[in-house]
């Protein structure tokens, strides 16, 4: 198993992408002091801003995003699970370095402009409770070299296991606007299952 798998479902992207431009301008850089994720995390995220609703920025709303994440658990009739809606802006030659996400199992992602940035995906999983130590080993040792330890995927649309270690290389390529549903209390295969049933 991969860790993506592409999936066919077709969201409003003219809709997305008119609500994450509303609040691409309007939303700070991450901040490290409005954050829980540990300092050193900043350094993998340096080139890109997340735009979801949570304590940090209580006026942003996103009911385009609810809407569209509402409808692809209808359509998959997913019910009773943890799963939040999100944008991240990954900017023009940006990097998103190696890393496992923290708290997140898997996620639905969705590129909303050019499709070709691959995602770079290691080979195994990690559990995000007791094994972040070993994934920040390994992903020491990979550094910057995601070409040589990951495997490229290039995608529209797929459910992603947050859990290997993974990586964006947008350089040479313009603005990348990525809308993710966040899933924290499945794993990737189950929500693969639900999703091919």
């Not at 923290?102 to 996620?107: A, F, K, N, P």
């Not at 330890?149 to 313009?174: C, E, M, Q």
Request: glycine share 4%.
């Amino acid at each position: 198993m991969s860790g993506l798998t592409e999936i066919d479902f077709k969201f409003n992207h003219e809709l997305l992408i008119n609500e994450v431009k509303y609040w691409r301008d309007r939303v700070p850089e991450l901040q490290g002091d409005k954050s829980p994720f540990p300092e050193d995390y900043y350094k993998v995220i340096q080139d890109m801003k997340q735009i979801s609703e949570d304590a940090r920025y209580p006026e942003i709303q996103l009911p385009a995003a609810h809407e569209e994440t509402e409808r692809f658990l209808r359509h998959y009739s997913i019910t009773s699970i943890d799963v939040r809606p999100r944008y991240y802006v990954l900017k023009e030659d940006g990097y998103i370095a190696p890393h496992i996400d923290l708290g997140t199992q898997c996620s639905i992602n969705t590129v909303l402009t050019d499709p070709s940035t691959p995602i770079y995906v290691g080979d195994r999983s990690f559990d995000i409770h007791s094994e972040v130590d070993e994934a920040s080993k390994i992903i020491k040792e990979i550094g910057d070299n995601i070409k040589e330890h990951l495997t490229p995927y290039p995608y529209k649309t797929a459910a992603l296991d947050t859990t290997r270690i993974h990586s964006v290389d947008n350089k040479g390529r313009n603005e990348r606007l990525l809308f993710k549903l966040s899933f924290f209390d499945i794993s990737y295969q189950e929500l693969t299952s639900r999703i091919k049933r």
